[in-house]
């Protein structure tokens, strides 16, 4: 047997001293380094007594070392979880219970607010800093450089990615070694990766999109990464002379399009910039093209399904659309029942393919909702697709809000405000913002003859919740608009507070 994943991705590159990561310092890592360190890995993973389709959960900065964990994770057979390392530790506390995880490792600074909770679902926990130090990485600096890489299936579990629910619980999305290999494959060839790439790298590695996008697809072609921690607009201007490449959210084009610096002549070499994880203003992608020449590559996917389209490397890159379905996916607009809608209404999109995840942890019921027995995926995203094929999102079917390529789901946010003293009921809403696609509006209406402290409850809201779910503005309103059946009509307040962030 053999391990698709592992082979394809890191075990291609045992030995080999060609460069993988361009690292913040100006030094470098070679392939073959990078694969003698997860293996180094991998055995800390192993006498820790994790077993093949156990789950170890992340929460650690984006370092070289944190790439390594996840190469390790496939050479083992153990289940690989990111986290975001915005969430708290009440967050945390859920994802460790649900996902049932053996090992978790974080940053030495969240190890005190981590350790109750670790251990209250019986999970080891160690640390990993974003440095590279760390009690895992001593472990593994004992540890020989070669490990005997367990086997695995196409269809064996690799990874699990949480995406938040309408119902206030995250759900575990089961992707599969076939998931991820198979969209790298497709991905590399329809956007022409080859060894000779050099991909700009300032995504987090927690997303599918820095991770299952960027990195498989420089794994898999042999191409190197310009590793950044972050996005910072001076480190991308000063390092994109070296690239041949990038991949972005629009928040990263809309900043670098503020520069002056950012030129024609700084992106003459470059031959591919891609947008995704959040809606690319048709503004935004003309602007980009009048000021350096290059028309923006924007794809669509999902936590559920990694990349489903994506607009043509050579042919129209169209402002405003996902471009077509990538081959070996189809793609349908439905109406409610299921039924294909001719080309050019609008309804809900499924998709169907190898990319598509095996379904929800522990939620039976939850994956029979969305996932259709013949294999099609409910996105719950509006669409209509062209008599071309070309795929445009037009809204989705759920209160989904993307800011700045994170989901996140007004429920969450509003029991948090519900929690609150004083407060009777509030509805959060997606507005349109011109860096991060759309940020969070919460109404709030307050118990009769009670006064809101807006201030206290920012402060509370911040301790339970990630920064990027926090609202950015607050109203305080004597009841919240509602149809007859009783139900807020939140399309009234998207509506009344569409203009609070842009003007």
Aim: glycine share 10%; with cysteine.
């Amino acid at each position: 047997m053999a391990n698709p994943l592992y082979d394809a991705l890191f075990g291609a590159h045992a030995g080999k001293d060609t460069v993988f990561l361009h690292l913040p310092d100006g030094g470098t890592l070679t392939h073959g380094a990078f694969v003698a360190m997860a293996a180094q890995f991998a055995h800390v993973i192993a006498d820790a007594g994790l077993e093949p389709g156990d789950r170890l959960a992340v929460q650690i900065e984006k370092s070289p070392q944190a790439l390594a964990v996840y190469a390790a994770c496939a050479q083992t057979g153990v289940i690989f979880l990111p986290l975001n390392t915005a969430y708290t530790a009440s967050e945390v506390d859920y994802f460790l219970g649900n996902s049932g995880a053996k090992l978790m490792l974080c940053d030495g600074a969240m190890r005190p607010a981590l350790a109750e909770i670790a251990d209250r679902h019986g999970a080891a926990l160690m640390v990993l800093n974003g440095d590279g130090t760390g009690g895992f990485a001593q472990r593994a600096a004992l540890s020989p450089e070669v490990f005997e890489t367990v086997d695995r299936t196409p269809g064996d579990m690799a990874a699990f990615l949480y995406t938040s629910g309408t119902t206030g619980r995250s759900k575990g999305a089961m992707l599969t070694q076939e998931n991820l290999l198979s969209n790298a494959h497709v991905l590399a060839e329809a956007w022409r990766f080859t060894g000779d790439d050099v991909l700009l790298h300032a995504l987090p590695i927690f997303h599918t999109h820095g991770l299952f996008v960027a990195t498989n697809i420089a794994l898999l072609s042999g191409a190197a990464l310009i590793f950044l921690p972050k996005f910072d607009l001076d480190q991308v201007i000063a390092r994109l002379p070296e690239a041949t490449t990038m991949m972005g959210v629009p928040t990263f084009y809309t900043r670098l399009l503020e520069d002056a610096r950012f030129d024609q002549a700084l992106t003459r070499h470059m031959r591919l910039f891609v947008s995704g994880s959040a809606p690319l203003l048709s503004e935004t992608h003309r602007a980009f093209e009048d000021r350096t020449g290059h028309r923006i590559l924007e794809r669509y996917g999902m936590t559920e399904t990694n990349m489903n389209c994506s607009n043509p490397y050579e042919g129209d890159r169209r402002a405003g659309t996902v471009g077509m379905p990538l081959p070996g996916v189809e793609a349908k607009v439905c109406d409610a029942e299921g039924a294909e809608l001719p080309r050019g209404e609008i309804g809900t999109l499924e998709v169907r393919g190898p990319n598509v995840f095996k379904g929800y942890w522990q939620m039976p019921e939850k994956t029979a909702e969305e996932l259709r027995a013949d294999g099609f995926f409910i996105t719950g995203d509006l669409a209509k697709q062209g008599e071309d094929g070309y795929v445009t999102i037009v809204g989705r079917g759920k209160d989904l809000i993307i800011s700045g390529g994170y989901n996140i789901y007004p429920k969450e946010v509003e029991l948090a405000l519900d929690d609150q003293p004083g407060v009777q009921e509030s509805a959060v809403v997606g507005a349109p913002h011109p860096d991060f696609g759309e940020s969070v509006v919460a109404v709030i209406v307050p118990e009769p003859g009670a006064q809101i402290d807006l201030d206290a409850v920012k402060a509370q809201v911040a301790e339970g919740l990630a920064r990027f779910k926090q609202p950015r503005h607050y109203a305080v309103a004597e009841a919240l608009p509602r149809n007859t059946m009783g139900k807020v009509q939140k399309n009234v307040l998207r509506e009344e507070f569409k203009s609070v962030f842009v003007g």
